[in-house]
C-alpha cells in the first residue's frame, strides 16, 4: 500500500495547528498562517521535480 507524501504532511500539519490552538487560544490569526504557509511548503515539497515549481523557487529566492 503506498502512502500519499502530501497526506502525510497534511495530517501532521493539521494536527499541529489543532494541538497548538488548545495551548494558543488568543493566535487564532497567527495559527491560520501556519497552516496556509505549512500547506504551501507542503506542496512545493510534493511538487519539487516539476519544471514550473523549480522555477518558482528559484525565482523567488
Known amino acids: 500500500m503506498k502512502i500519499d507524501f502530501l497526506r502525510i504532511l497534511a495530517f501532521i500539519n493539521i494536527t499541529l495547528i489543532f494541538i497548538l490552538a ?27 521535480e516539476d519544471y514550473r515549481v523549480k522555477k518558482f523557487i528559484n525565482n523567488f529566492f
Open 22 to 48: 488548545i495551548y494558543l487560544e488568543g493566535l487564532k490569526n497567527t495559527l491560520f498562517g501556519l497552516l496556509i504557509i505549512g500547506t504551501v511548503v507542503a506542496f512545493l515539497i510534493w511538487k519539487k
